[in-house]
């Protein structure tokens, strides 16, 4: 099979999306080397990372790298063209990973990996720009793709709640998988926490914005520590997202900045070590398409409190405390339970390894490939109706 990848997204500033395409592309080459891969380093015009493939080359004998962009507007000349495909050697399959998506595919199957449509749910979670770009490729997939892929169940009845036109059949649940290969990897201290004591702090990663929710667990930890709660710092391990200017202001404001780190970005080695020696892993996203620092905090053993929305339920099971996120109460008194209760702390940290184990890439990656193998069996869709 000649399997056409995106890969546009796995250069070296990489998160959610670069890092489901990273690893189902160095699987894919793992368990089934004997296909042809042509890999693409630009897919569309609405993600560009200039660098690429430079800074995360693919090995294998049956690899080879599409056509290479020294510009955005280059890329988009070669993508919107009628002769794309055929410059790209008519594929099998073509897969979109960072939500663009062509709509001029006239024979190999275009597989589109859909991840969330936050955007839609509440506007406000992001700019302008990235929504209008991001719901023009989900849109066109709508219309162009043959199969899709969804990371969660919640993921998929979003889209077709959303596009209820689009046949249930030809959408595919798939489960992206922790980062990190080694679960028994201790990690490395970040700087910023080189006077805090092991395991004496609470955890929070992601981007700091607003669909992450960390502006309510900063209150929760204000009241948890009004009703006496031990006084662990609460550390926010992420870059500074858009929309959030004020967060630093409202620490200020309910008097707990200097109890809060925020370590700004870290090392995977960093974050490794951050989950395995934290108190409990704070995750209060109001929605996820997945919710990777939670599967990545359980399998390093950190206990975990999380939102029970949207696909969080998927990812930790019974092997987590499942809060309504914007219940600073419930939260704060969660934290308190923890606190006074290292029994219950320490069967969620086993409950959490656990959990964590039953995601593998290799299972995740064999899932692919059926659904290539399906997709290449049955006809193109614009067919198919």
């Known amino acids: 099979m000649h399997i056409g990848f995106d890969i546009s997204q796995t250069g070296s500033g990489k998160a959610g999306c670069g890092y489901f395409s990273h690893a189902m592309i160095t699987s894919m080459l793992e368990i089934a080397s004997q296909n042809q891969y042509s890999l693409y380093p630009s897919f569309g015009d609405f993600y560009f990372d200039h660098l690429m493939p430079l800074t995360n080359p693919y090995p294998g004998r049956n690899v080879n790298y599409g056509p290479r962009h020294v510009s955005r507007e280059t890329a988009r000349a070669f993508w919107t063209s009628n002769e794309a495909e055929r410059l790209l050697g008519n594929p099998d399959v073509i897969h979109s990973n960072n939500f663009w998506c062509p709509t001029q595919i ?17 506007p406000s979670w992001t700019t302008e720009t990235n929504r209008l770009g991001c719901f023009d490729g989900v849109f066109k997939s709508a219309i162009a793709a043959d199969w899709v892929v969804a990371i969660s169940e919640a993921s998929r009845a979003h889209y077709l709640q959303t596009f209820p036109h689009f046949p249930a059949d030809r959408i595919r649940v798939i489960y992206p998988c922790s980062r990190f290969s080694n679960p028994s990897a201790t990690g490395k201290r970040p700087k910023m926490l080189a006077d805090t004591p092991t395991g004496e702090y609470w955890l929070n990663v992601g981007t700091i914005e607003p669909r992450k929710n960390q502006l309510n667990l900063a209150k929760a930890y204000a009241r948890y520590l009004k009703l006496g709660g031990k006084p662990m710092p609460l550390v926010f391990a992420g870059g500074k997202g858009w929309l959030m200017e004020e967060f630093q202001k409202q620490l200020n404001h309910l008097g707990i900045a200097k109890s809060v780190i925020m370590t700004g970005y870290v090392t995977d080695d960093e974050l490794i070590w951050l989950y395995r020696n934290c108190y409990a892993n704070l995750y209060p996203t109001l929605f996820e398409g997945f919710g990777l620092p939670v599967l990545e905090g359980m399998q390093f053993g950190a206990a975990t409190v999380s939102s029970h929305t949207s696909s969080i339920p998927e990812v930790a099971g019974d092997a987590a405390f499942l809060l309504p996120p914007k219940d600073i109460e419930a939260w704060a008194q969660t934290m308190l339970l923890l606190t006074n209760n290292t ?26 490939l059926q659904l290539y193998k399906d997709a290449v069996d049955s006809p193109k869709r614009s067919l198919a109706t």
């Open 343 to 368: 029994i219950e702390r320490e069967r969620l940290s086993k409950a959490a390894i656990e959990q964590a184990a039953r995601f593998k890439w290799a299972d995740s990656a064999q899932s692919l």
């Open 106 to 122: 006239s024979s190999s199957r275009l597989i589109y990996t859909f991840y969330d449509m936050g955007f839609l749910k509440d």
